[in-house]
Every structure is written in structure tokens, then in C-alpha cells.
């Protein structure tokens, strides 16, 4: 298994271009999401989803969007991008076994620089 | 909703000492623990998780340790090397969602031979 891949590793964006973050596991999980990690500071949600077709807003969802049309697929869409999105941004999975909480698995990230 | 405190933000051990981090939430319906270790430019990685049902759990060198009556749970490392370094980060779940975690704003800790 190749786990939660994400692409691309790297990208600089001018302010007020778009771009699509791509996510893709291959373990099956029901569960996924979409955290940034700003210098220094944890992890903040920005969506989630349950399931395909089920989408969900985190802790700090604006200027970000998501669908799920698959299983194994979790794109964020970034639009109109501005320098306070300058951050690296985590797809994650998991599994939600027997109803109770299970590890979350994380990406490479992606590093992401608005100009 | 949740917030989690994490402390102390950078923490310098010698090779062979023990580590403690220390994290509160605010939450009292949080029932999932995790901890995450993050190296430089890496993902982070799950190295321990306790539930709330659990006081204690112990793997190798590492420990976590839970007080759901003061709302904190700590990270216990022993016999430090150095790659131990790394920033680590706690987290609580809520049981919202979709088992969604909050998570602290990390320890860098680093360990000196």
C-alpha cells in the first residue's frame, strides 16, 4: 500500500490564482481531511468527510473547498488564493473500526507559497 | 469548541535523561488521545494514542499518561537519544465529526549528545 499520497510536493501560486491540491489513499478509509500547518503551530482542520459524497467543514474552511466523489479521493480547491494561504497543507485517512477512534494517517504534505 | 494547550514549546534533555510533555484540553467529552512526532519537512507520525477509558500506556520507551478529572494528558519519553528530536504534537478528539482532532501547537524537543 502506498498509503496517503498527495501531490504536488511543492508549488507557488500568485495572489488570486487557483490551484487543486490532490489527495488519493489506497487503505480504504472511509474517513479523510484536510489540515495546514502554519510555521511553528499544529495542525488545524480545514474539512473533512465521512464518505463519499459527504463533505464537512473544519475549524478554518474559508477560501478552501472539497468534494469526494470517490473513496479513495479528497481534493482541496483553493480559490482566489491570497498570502495568508502561504502554509503546508496535510491530507490525512482513517478507518472508522468497530465505531471507535482510529489512528489518522498522514501524507508527505504539500508546501504551498502564495506570492 | 476544543482547544488543547500544550507545553512547555521547546524542550533541551542530554542523551539518556527523560522527556515529559504535558498537554491540557477543555472538552470533557474528548475520549481519544493521540501523539504525533514530526520531523523537519516530514508528515507527522502517530508513535502513541490512549482513550479514555485508560489511565496509562506504555510503549517501549515511550508513556502517556491521562487525568480525565484535571483534563491533561502527558508525554513521557525515557532513556532520550538522539533521534528522539523532533517536534511532537498532542491532540484531542471531541467525538465530533468525523473522530476530527485538535491538535496542540507542538514541542521541539531536542536531544543532546
Known amino acids: 500500500n502506498a498509503g496517503v499520497t498527495q501531490t504536488p510536493k511543492f508549488r507557488i501560486l500568485k495572489i488570486g490564482q487557483s490551484m487543486t491540491l490532490q489527495c488519493t489513499q489506497d487503505?480504504?478509509?472511509?474517513?479523510m481531511y484536510w489540515y495546514r500547518q502554519d510555521p511553528g503551530m499544529g495542525l488545524k482542520l480545514i474539512y473533512y468527510?465521512?464518505?463519499?459524497?459527504?463533505?464537512d467543514k473544519g475549524e478554518v474552511p474559508n477560501g478552501y473547498n472539497v468534494s469526494r466523489s470517490t473513496t479513495e479521493d479528497f481534493p482541496l480547491r483553493l480559490e482566489l488564493a491570497a498570502p495568508s494561504q502561504t502554509s503546508v497543507y496535510f491530507c490525512?485517512?482513517?478507518?472508522?473500526?468497530?465505531?471507535?477512534?482510529?489512528?489518522?494517517?498522514f501524507g508527505d504534505g504539500t508546501r504551498l507559497s502564495i506570492l | 469548541g476544543e482547544n488543547v494547550e500544550q507545553h512547555p514549546s521547546t524542550l533541551s534533555v542530554q542523551e539518556g535523561d527523560s522527556a515529559v510533555i504535558k498537554c491540557t484540553y477543555s472538552?470533557?467529552?474528548?475520549?481519544?488521545f493521540p501523539w504525533y512526532k514530526q520531523e523537519l519537512g516530514k508528515r507527522p507520525q502517530l508513535i502513541i494514542d490512549?482513550?479514555?477509558?485508560?489511565g496509562e500506556k506504555k510503549d517501549q520507551r515511550i508513556a502517556v499518561t491521562l487525568n480525565k478529572t484535571a483534563k491533561h494528558f502527558s508525554l513521557h519519553i525515557t532513556e532520550t537519544q538522539p533521534e528522539d528530536s523532533a517536534v511532537y504534537f498532542c491532540?484531542?478528539?471531541?467525538?465530533?465529526?468525523?473522530?476530527?482532532?485538535?491538535f496542540g501547537t507542538g514541542t521541539r524537543l531536542t536531544v543532546i549528545p
Open positions: 468527510s465521512v464518505g463519499a459524497g459527504i463533505t
Open positions: 491532540a484531542a478528539n471531541p467525538q465530533t465529526g468525523a473522530n476530527n482532532l485538535f
Open positions: 490512549i482513550r479514555s477509558n485508560v
Open positions: 490525512a485517512s482513517s478507518y472508522p473500526y468497530g465505531g471507535s477512534n482510529q489512528p489518522q494517517h
Open positions: 472538552d470533557s467529552a474528548s475520549n481519544y
Open positions: 487503505m480504504n478509509h472511509n474517513y
